[in-house]
């Protein structure tokens, strides 16, 4: 028992001096530590006993290092915490001597903004005083240019009126010669009109007589090409007429007295450019015939003299019946 009790004592000893170096040299504690009490001579005593005297040296034991750890635990918060308060400490400083340095520069930055805007007020104060004083001597300038001009224009003046006056004396000069050769001219002219009146009386008269015979000539020569127009047109449809009835088969439902009239559009080469129908007979069949006939020829016959083709067969109406 005195064994057991020395050897837990020595333990705690042990146990608190190196707590105060745990921090930097610290070892895990053993994992178990087991004791036995030899005795060379047995005491009387019940079995409960020895049996529970190991135990309850182990359970001390085991408190012990729980109260070691938690010591050593908290000592290592507690560095934790002081380092942990003095690198707060120095961060303050730091942003203290930061912001310190900052608030330096901004009034360096400052006093160089005051010193520029000093400057500048200086160099606009300068600045104003020099256009002054230059608008001052383009206005004295200026007045000298226009007192001059206004010499310069007077002086022109003066010579234009002089140069006027002597333009009007030689302009009323020239009028009265013009004038003069006017009169002249006119009277001249006047004798002139007198005798191209008289010839063109008598050229007049010669050319009514020559515009009438003209006219008789052309009127006549109306006549004959009108007529000759007219033969060409009625030998020409009668052509027309002849080509179209050998190519026109009329159906057996014929009947005499059926007359159908068709308008055709033709071109100066004859040939048929559009067909319509005027006048209807009545009978479907028989009109038909009648179309079909008239598309069937590729080119009609028609005169070479253009009039006459404008005239009479640009567009006309031909009439079929049986009896032709």
Same mark, same amino acid.
């Given at each position: 028992?005195?064994?057991?009790?020395?050897?837990?004592?020595?333990?705690?000893?042990?146990?608190?001096?190196?707590?105060?170096?745990?921090?930097? *040299?610290?070892?895990?504690?053993?994992?178990?530590?087991?004791?036995?009490?030899?005795?060379?001579?047995? %005491?009387?005593?019940?079995?409960?006993?020895?049996?529970?005297?190991?135990?309850?040296?182990?359970?001390?034991?085991?408190?012990?290092?729980?109260?070691?750890?938690?010591?050593?635990?908290?000592?290592?918060?507690?560095?934790?915490?002081?380092?942990?308060? !003095?690198?707060?400490?120095?961060?303050?400083?730091?942003?203290?001597?930061?912001?310190?340095?900052?608030?330096?520069?901004?009034?360096?930055?400052?006093?160089?903004?005051?010193?520029?805007?000093?400057?500048?007020?200086?160099?606009?104060?300068?600045?104003?005083?020099?256009?002054?004083?230059?608008?001052? &001597?383009?206005?004295?300038?200026?007045?000298?240019?226009?007192?001059?001009?206004?010499?310069?224009?007077?002086?022109?003046?003066?010579?234009?009126?002089?140069?006027?006056?002597?333009?009007?004396?030689?302009?009323?000069? %020239?009028?009265?010669?013009?004038?003069?050769?006017?009169?002249?001219?006119?009277?001249?002219?006047?004798?002139?009109?007198?005798?191209?009146?008289? !010839?063109?009386?008598?050229?007049?008269?010669?050319?009514?007589?020559?515009?009438?015979?003209?006219?008789?000539? &052309?009127?006549?020569?109306?006549?004959?090409?009108?007529?000759?127009?007219?033969?060409?047109?009625?030998?020409?449809?009668?052509?027309?007429?002849?080509?179209?009835?050998?190519?026109? =088969?009329?159906?057996?439902?014929?009947?005499?007295?059926?007359?159908?009239?068709?308008?055709?559009?033709?071109?100066?080469?004859?040939?048929?450019?559009?067909?319509?129908?005027?006048?209807?007979?009545?009978?479907?069949?028989?009109?038909?015939?009648?179309?079909?006939?008239?598309?069937?020829? *590729?080119? =009609?016959?028609?005169? *070479?003299?253009?009039?006459?083709?404008?005239? =009479?067969?640009?567009?006309?109406?031909?009439?079929?019946?049986?009896?032709?």
């Amino acid at each position: 028992m005195a064994f057991s009790v020395g050897l837990h004592l020595s333990i705690l000893v042990i146990a608190i001096s190196g707590w105060s170096w745990s921090s930097s *040299n610290y070892e895990p504690p053993p994992r178990s530590i087991s004791a036995r009490l030899i005795s060379p001579e047995p %005491r009387p005593a019940s079995a409960v006993t020895e049996v529970d005297q190991p135990d309850e040296a182990e359970k001390r034991l085991v408190e012990d290092r729980k109260l070691v750890e938690q010591q050593r635990e908290v000592e290592q918060q507690r560095k934790i915490e002081e380092q942990k308060k !003095k690198q707060e400490a120095d961060a303050r400083v730091q942003q203290q001597a930061e912001q310190k340095r900052e608030e330096q520069v901004q009034e360096k930055a400052r006093a160089q903004a005051e010193n520029k805007a000093q400057a500048a007020e200086a160099a606009k104060l300068k600045a104003n005083a020099e256009a002054k004083e230059l608008a001052r &001597q383009k206005t004295e300038q200026q007045a000298e240019r226009e007192r001059q001009e206004v010499k310069r224009k007077a002086e022109e003046q003066k010579q234009l009126e002089e140069q006027r006056k002597k333009a009007e004396a030689e302009r009323q000069k %020239r009028e009265k010669q013009v004038q003069d050769q006017a009169e002249q001219k006119r009277v001249e002219a006047e004798r002139r009109l007198r005798e191209q009146n008289l !010839k063109a009386l008598a050229q007049q008269a010669t050319d009514a007589e020559a515009d009438q015979a003209r006219i008789s000539q &052309q009127a006549a020569a109306a006549s004959a090409q009108e007529a000759q127009m007219l033969t060409d047109a009625e030998k020409y449809q009668e052509l027309i007429r002849a080509r179209v009835t050998e190519v026109w =088969y009329y159906p057996s439902s014929t009947t005499e007295g059926m007359k159908v009239q068709l308008q055709l559009s033709l071109l100066p080469t004859g040939e048929l450019t559009g067909v319509t129908l005027v006048r209807g007979s009545g009978n479907t069949a028989f009109d038909n015939s009648a179309l079909s006939a008239v598309r069937s020829l *590729n080119r =009609y016959p028609v005169p *070479n003299d253009r009039d006459t083709f404008e005239r =009479y067969f640009r567009r006309f109406t031909i009439e079929f019946t049986p009896s032709r």
